[in-house]
Nanobody
Framework: QVQLVESGGGLVQTGGSLRLSCAAS????????AGWFRQAPGKEREFVAA????????YYSNSVQGRFTISRDNAKNTVYLHMNNLKPEDTAVYYC????????????????WGQGTQVTVSS
């Protein structure tokens, strides 16, 4: 199994930037599809971005395409989410997740989850 720990959340103003980190232990994260979800109060958990399993291809939700970038450092077994031009609607708890499937986009298809990190964007 793989264990995931997120960090890097916080409070930022509209238009600002943050970088989230997801450090993995137990298994090599690149052998999974690995990515990010978010959940705002009263809403369902929403896919944000991910790497395909075993490869370098990435995919994003329409709501963050062009503003967020997912990257990783295999030597550190860590995945990052670089968030630019943040908007109040980006406010949510952000979760790192890993999946044994190739390119999953729904939270049902992810097997491992971190505890989440809060991102708050003030207007």
């Amino acid at each position: 199994q793989v264990q995931l720990v997120e960090s890097g959340g916080g409070l930022v103003q509209t238009g600002g930037s943050l970088r989230l980190s997801c450090a993995a232990s137990g298994r090599t994260l690149s052998s999974y599809a690995a990515g990010w979800f978010r959940q705002a109060p009263g809403k369902e958990r929403e896919f944000v971005a991910a790497f395909v399993r075993g490869g370098s291809s990435t995919y994003y939700s329409n709501s963050v395409q062009g503003r967020f970038t997912i990257s990783r450092d295999n030597a550190k077994n860590t995945v990052y989410l670089h968030m630019n031009n943040l908007k109040p609607e980006d406010t949510a708890v952000y979760y790192c997740a890993a999946s044994v499937y190739t390119a999953p986009q729904t939270y049902h298809d992810y097997n491992y989850w971190g505890q989440g990190t809060q991102v708050t964007v003030s207007s």
